[in-house]
């Protein structure tokens, strides 16, 4: 993973529902292959106590295209002793000027999420 301070990728995952941080939830963040139309996994992660997980990827690995985050979700509910309806969440999105900030959190909770781009 990058260094916190270079990445230009950055999420926030709040729990809505308990008004907390998402804390220990596993995530991990792909690319699409362009030319095979497959997903390459580039790095995995873990939120700390603040719901943040910082370097996810390089500012000389980011590039253009199309990535994912996917929030392995039904195992933070599970480790809470709650159920939920998503087993994970993956959010698409395209990368067209890396040279920019992302930062995309995701609001969630048990039976619903959303998410935006942030700066």
Same mark, same amino acid.
């Given at each position: 993973? *990058?260094s *916190?301070?270079?990445?230009?990728?950055?999420?926030h995952?709040?729990?809505? =529902? %308990? =008004?907390?941080? *998402?804390?220990?939830?596993a995530?991990?963040?792909?690319r699409?292959?362009?030319?095979?139309?497959?997903?390459?996994?580039l790095?995995v992660?873990?939120?700390n106590? %603040?719901?943040?997980?910082?370097?996810l990827?390089?500012?000389?690995a980011?590039?253009?295209?199309? &990535?994912?985050?996917? @929030?392995?979700t039904?195992s &933070?509910? %599970?480790?809470r002793?709650?159920?939920? @309806? &998503?087993?994970y969440?993956?959010v698409? @999105? #395209?990368i067209s000027?890396?040279?920019?900030? @992302?930062?995309?959190?995701?609001?969630?909770?048990?039976f619903? &999420?959303? #998410?935006y781009r942030g700066?």
């Amino acid at each position: 993973m *990058a260094s *916190a301070d270079s990445s230009p990728l950055t999420t926030h995952v709040l729990n809505t =529902g %308990d =008004g907390v941080p *998402a804390a220990r939830m596993a995530l991990s963040l792909h690319r699409l292959d362009s030319n095979l139309k497959i997903w390459n996994m580039l790095s995995v992660g873990t939120t700390n106590e %603040d719901g943040r997980c910082p370097g996810l990827i390089s500012r000389a690995a980011f590039s253009p295209g199309m &990535y994912k985050l996917r @929030f392995e979700t039904g195992s &933070y509910w %599970d480790s809470r002793g709650q159920a939920s @309806f &998503y087993p994970y969440v993956e959010v698409v @999105f #395209t990368i067209s000027d890396p040279e920019q900030r @992302f930062h995309l959190p995701l609001l969630m909770s048990r039976f619903s &999420y959303s #998410t935006y781009r942030g700066s």
